[in-house]
């Protein structure tokens, strides 16, 4: 059977089990796991269920991931898909319930149902489709489904330590054509001691890595005039606290803050502006403020763009105090020129002069693959010639595993393409979906990848 001749009938398969991967992936989804909750451990058990009915061999790397096989006709050598299954706090404004997962439209919509759920379900059925279409390959296919990649990506750092990494692994965490870069990620908190004032508490956010869609102050109390006018822009209660200012935005993730309306920063904003605060806390706000006129680091003085990557954004995703101290957490996405120690002197200075501590610092510096390795002109080939032949690499502001993980690249389906428009929501926002289509048609790309990447493997072997 040639390419297209096979290419044809895994469409005429994968149309065929339509019904049954949105059922699987409906499941899944409907596991609310978190990360660092017990519901991770619950979705890679169901995973590992799904996996078993199919007929195929699973393994578990304690809590931090859950594998299926898929044995080749030799199995000394591996090729890989790799995803993960935790997710992000579901966070506020939801019009379809996060852990109630629907079909609407073509979509699924659920928390995880994009990132990274609907693309792992995705690759369970491209094991389906090898094995049930009978397509031979020399190499085993190991998918790979990590539970902590939204936090510290300890599912592949333990995997790592204890495995051999496969010979080259397709990331399903990403979009076509492939992303052959990530910018680096700065996280940390700023950090200002609070010694007086009428702010009680203050709170905001859901994720580092998400835009917040709800935050709010609680004052003990507030200028008459300044709350008349704040009740223009925000939610204001006068409860037995105190008087509660409660202010809405819209989530997103962190990469595309855009997409977002980042409620913390419009707190910090009505706070500063309306004379809502006083004595230190009035100062204190007003310090912090400065640091976020916009969502590209130039209040922290650490702007910078690029033509390969675009500009560097930053994104205050967390706010609390805690023990009379107010604490602002930042996540940075710098662009792939941008070196870390160049930012972090940077952002060191502009605090200092600011008056702000920095704390919990963690870098993870930027990943930028050449376009012209083998594995990888493959991979791009294979999509522009069975899904979009206009499709080009890029580089995104996400974190995916395989900042960490050896020979794979982000590839498809589409979970986070900042080029397409979705009719509800995006990965890490409120109503996040997944279009079905575009699954059904990754079935295709990532069986001809597959197919291709073990002939080249195979190939190299023999010369």
């Not at 629907?102 to 995880?112: A, D, F, L, N, Y």
């Not at 700023?190 to 890595?209: K, W």
Request: aromatic share 6%; proline share 5%; net charge negative.
């Amino acid at each position: 059977m040639n390419e297209r001749m096979l290419a044809a009938a895994v469409d005429a398969w994968a149309a065929m089990h339509r019904d049954e991967l949105v059922r699987d992936l409906i499941s899944l989804i409907n596991i609310p796991s978190v990360t660092g909750t017990p519901g991770c451990d619950a979705a890679a058990d169901h995973l590992a269920e799904l996996a078993k009915k199919y007929g195929f061999a699973v393994e578990r790397d304690g809590v931090y991931s859950v594998s299926v096989l898929h044995a080749g006709a030799k199995g000394s050598r591996e090729l890989g898909m790799l995803g993960h299954i935790d997710v992000v706090p579901e966070g506020d404004g939801w019009k379809h319930a996060p852990y109630d997962a629907v079909e609407k439209e073509g979509w699924v919509i659920g928390r995880g149902s994009s990132d990274c759920k609907g693309p792992v379900v995705m690759c369970l059925y491209v094991l389906r489709c090898l094995r049930e279409m009978g397509v031979e390959l020399q190499s085993t296919i190991r998918l790979m489904a990590g539970t902590s990649e939204e936090t510290d990506m300890a599912d592949v750092r333990h995997y790592l330590a204890c495995h051999e990494p496969p010979a080259y692994t397709l990331n399903c965490d990403g979009a076509w054509a492939g992303c052959i870069g990530e910018k680096g990620i700065l996280e940390a908190d700023l950090v200002l001691e609070m010694t007086g004032g009428n702010l009680l508490d203050i709170r905001g956010g859901v994720a580092s890595n998400s835009v917040p869609a709800d935050a709010y102050a609680l004052l003990s109390h507030a200028d008459v005039e300044a709350l008349a006018l704040a009740r223009k822009k925000a939610l204001v209660e006068e409860t037995e606290d105190g008087i509660r200012i409660h202010v809405q935005g819209k989530a997103a993730h962190c990469c595309v803050p855009l997409q977002g309306d980042n409620a913390i920063f419009r707190l910090l904003e009505l706070l500063d502006d309306l004379h809502l605060l006083t004595g230190d806390a009035a100062d204190k706000i007003h310090r912090l403020r400065q640091c976020f006129p916009d969502s590209f680091g130039t209040g922290l003085r650490i702007q910078h763009e690029d033509a390969v990557s675009g500009k560097t954004t930053c994104v205050g995703g967390l706010i609390r105090m805690e023990n009379g101290r107010l604490i602002q957490n930042i996540n940075v996405r710098s662009a792939v020129t941008q070196r870390g120690e160049s930012l972090l002197y940077a952002l060191k200075k502009r605090l200092g002069k600011l008056g702000i501590a920095l704390e919990n610092v963690n870098w993870s510096p930027p990943r930028l693959d050449s376009p012209d390795e083998p594995e990888v002109q493959i991979l791009l080939d294979t999509c522009r010639e069975f899904l979009d032949p206009n499709a080009k690499p890029y580089v995104m502001g996400g974190g995916t595993h395989s900042r960490l993980f050896p020979r794979s690249l982000p590839y498809g389906p589409g979970v986070m393409d900042p080029r397409r428009k979705k009719p509800f929501g995006e990965a890490h926002g409120a109503d996040e979906a997944v279009c079905v289509d575009d699954l059904i048609r990754a079935i295709r790309v990532y069986v001809l990848a597959l197919k291709r990447l073990d002939e080249y493997f195979e190939k190299e072997k023999q010369s």
